[in-house]
DNA sequence: TTGTACGCGTTATCAC
DNA sequence: GTGATAACGCGTACAA
C-alpha cells in the first residue's frame, strides 16, 4: 500500500505539502502541487479513508434505515437518498430492517457510530424510542414526525382530499376507506383527513371505514370483499399495494372496474401503470423526500443548539388513471334501499 | 466522547488490558474483565470504528453494487445481500449505478477502498473493464462471470429447457422469444439455451426470435405486438417485466391469456402473481444468490494465491401459474395457412 | 510557502 | 496477567 509518506518522499516534500497539495488546499506553490498531483497518480496512491477519518472525525457516509428494500415504497425513497449522496459526493450505508422495530433500533444504534448521519425512513419503532434516537441530533426522518428532529413527510391529507373531491365529482356519494396497519403513522393521518372536517367539497361525501388491513396484496384482497358487500361504489386504499390486491380481488369476482366499483390507490409506485386498469393513484415524491432528507442532515450539522429542526411537508398530488370513473347509476345488484331511483330526488 | 482510554482510567487499568477486556482477548484476570467492562457501560463507552479500521485494515464494511434499486430483481439480490452481511456482524455500502456502464466502473472503485469485499450485481461494463476490477481480488460477481473471479449465477438455460418443456407438453410447437438487451450477459445465456441445441424434449420446438426488448414493461408491449403478428400461440420472455408488458398489451388487444396466447415470464420476481392472470415464470433464487456472494467474498481472502476462484450456479425452476395453458385449436384468427387442419396430418 | 511535530483511538508487540 | 509503547495514515496547528 503506497501512503501519503511515500508520495511526499518521491516528490521531494514534505508530507504536510503533499497533503495540501492533494487536498486543494492553499499555500502550495503551482510548482509543488503539479509534481505532488503528478507522482502521486504515478505511485497509484489511494488515500486512507480510515485515517482520514480518524483525524477528521467525518466519515463521508450517510447511513440509510428502512424497512424493506423490496417495497417499490422504501425503494424510491432509498434512490433520492443514494443520488443525493453521490451529488455531494457521500456514500451510503443501507440497512434493512424487515419491518421490525426492536431490530431498528439496535441497527440505528449500530450505524450512528459510522456515519455522519442517518436518514430514517418510516421507522416502525414506537414514539419513546424514537425520540431517545432523533436526540442524538444527526438523524432525518422521512414519511414520520418527531419533535426536535428535521423530517419530511407528506401532505396526505391534501391527498386524501383531492381523491375524494374527485370521487365526489364523479358522484360517489359514499366511499370505501382500506386502511393500513393501526399502528401506522401515515394511516393516522390519512384517516385524520376524513374525520378532520375536510375541505367545503369533501363534505357530502360519507366515508365507510373498512378497516386495517396489512399494507401489501393480500390485504387488498381481504378489503374488496367488505367494500363489496357494504355496497361501496368507490374504495380508496392505504396505499397502492393494497389498491392492487382490491383490484385483482374485484375483477376475480367479476366486478368491473370502473363500471361497477372504481378504485383509488396511494404512492404512485411503478406497478400502478401497469395493471389492468392502470390504477389511479395519489403521487407522493418519494425520491425527492429521500434527496430532501439527505439536505436537511447537512442544515442541521450548522443549526444552533436552540434552533428548530426544519419539518419540510412535500405536496401531493392525484393521477387520474383508469380505475376511476363515474358512479353507476343504482341496479338490482345494489343495496335494496337503491333498487331504484329514489322519488324524492327525481322531484325538485 | 469516551475513548478506551477514558475507560482504562476509570477502571483502574492500562490501556491494553482495557483493549482486551472489551475484545474477549485471552490473558485478561476475571476481575478485570468484569470491572473494565462495567465502567465501559457506565461511561457509555463507544469504540471507534475509524480507529479500530486504521489498525486492523479491516472496515468491517461490504460493498455492493447494481444497477437500480427500484428494479425488484436487484432489490431481492440486495435483501439477501444484506441479510447475510448481517449475519455475520457487517454492514452494508449499497451504490446505485443507474444503469450507467461507466458510472460503475467509478462507483467500483470508489467503494473498493472503503470496504473489505465487494459484491458486483449483473454488472453492465464491458469484459475488459470488468476483468481489471475482479483482478482487485475482493469482489465476487452476482448474475455475470468473469476469468479469476469467485461469482454465483444461475442455471437459466436449464430454466429456458423447464420452459420449453412446459409449453411444448401442452401443444406449443412455435414458441416466440422476446429477448432482452443485445449487451446483457443473461440474455445471451438464455438464448444460447435455445440455440445450443438444449435437452430432447425441446428438440421439436420451433423459436421465433422476437428481438431485443429493453428489460422493461415497455419492451413487452412491443413485443406482444411482434408476437401477435407472428402468430405465435406461446411467449417466453427475457424477464418479468417484459412478460408483465406482453400481459397487458395482449389484454388492451383483446387477446385472452392463457387462452389464446400462454406467456412465460423469467425471474419471479413479486408482481409476477399479482397480476391478472398469474404469470407462469422461471423462479431465481435471488436473494440467496445475495447471500452466496457475501460468503464467497470471504472464502476469496482464505484462497490461496493460485487456487481458482468458486464459481456457484444455483438452480432454477418453473413455477406454473395461469398465464399458460394448452394451445388453441388452429382457428379464423391464425394465419390463413392454418386456417383449417392440414389434412396430411390428419391422415396417418 | 514550507516543514516539523503532535494527535486522532485502537490494536499489537513487546517487556515485565 | 499486566502495562508501556510503537505503529496505523493522515490532517493541521505551529514554527520556520
Not at 516534500?13 to 507522482?39: K, W, Y
Not at 486512507?48 to 483525524?55: E, Y
Not at 360519507?206 to 363489496?228: I, K, M, N, S
Not at 442532515?297 to 450548522?302: A, E, K, M, R, S
Request: hydrophobic share 45%; proline share 7%.
Amino acid at each position: 500500500m503506497v501512503t501519503l509518506r511515500d508520495v511526499a518522499r518521491a516528490a521531494g516534500v514534505s508530507l504536510a505539502t503533499a497533503s495540501r497539495a492533494l487536498s486543494d488546499a492553499p499555500h502550495v506553490s503551482a510548482a509543488n502541487r503539479e509534481q505532488v498531483v503528478r507522482t502521486a497518480e504515478a505511485l497509484g496512491y489511494r488515500p486512507s479513508h480510515a485515517a482520514r477519518a480518524l483525524t477528521t472525525g467525518s466519515t463521508g457516509t450517510i447511513g440509510l434505515v428502512l424497512p424493506d428494500l423490496e417495497n417499490p415504497f422504501f425503494a424510491a425513497v432509498a434512490k433520492g437518498v443514494q443520488g443525493r449522496a453521490r451529488e455531494t459526493g457521500r456514500e451510503v450505508l443501507v440497512a434493512d430492517t424487515d419491518e421490525d422495530g426492536d431490530l431498528e433500533r439496535d441497527l440505528v444504534d449500530r450505524l450512528l457510530d459510522r456515519v455522519d448521519g442517518l436518514v430514517l425512513c418510516s421507522p416502525r419503532m414506537p414514539p419513546p424510542a424514537l425520540e431517545r434516537v432523533v436526540a442524538d441530533g444527526r438523524v432525518a426522518l422521512v414519511n414520520r414526525e418527531a419533535p426536535g428532529a428535521p423530517s419530511v413527510s407528506f401532505d396526505t391529507a391534501d391527498g386524501v382530499r383531492q381523491a375524494l373531491a374527485h370521487l365526489r365529482a364523479l358522484g360517489h356519494d359514499a366511499v370505501a376507506y382500506a386502511g393500513g396497519p393501526a399502528a401506522s403513522w401515515s394511516d393516522a393521518l390519512r384517516r385524520s383527513a376524513f374525520t378532520a372536517g375536510g375541505a367545503a367539497e369533501v363534505e357530502a361525501t360519507e366515508v365507510l371505514d373498512l378497516g386495517a388491513f396489512r399494507p401489501v396484496h393480500a390485504g387488498g384482497v381481504q378489503a374488496a370483499d367488505l367494500a363489496l358487500a357494504a355496497g361501496a361504489s368507490a374504495v380508496l386504499c392505504f396505499n397502492d399495494l393494497v389498491a392492487l390486491g382490491v383490484l385483482a380481488r374485484l375483477h376475480a369476482r367479476g366486478v368491473r372496474v370502473p363500471d361497477d366499483v372504481s378504485v383509488v390507490g396511494f404512492d404512485d409506485v411503478a406497478a400502478a401503470t401497469l395493471v389492468t386498469p392502470p390504477l389511479t393513484t395519489v403521487a407522493v415524491p418519494l425520491a425527492r423526500a429521500g434527496r430532501q432528507a439527505v439536505d436537511l442532515l447537512d442544515v442541521t450539522g450548522g443549526r444552533a443548539a436552540g434552533q428548530a429542526p426544519e419539518r419540510r411537508c412535500l405536496p401531493t398530488h392525484l393521477v387520474v388513471r383508469s380505475s376511476s370513473g363515474p358512479a353507476p347509476a343504482p341496479a338490482a345488484s345494489s343495496p335494496a334501499v337503491r333498487l331504484s331511483p329514489d322519488p324524492e330526488v327525481v322531484i325538485p
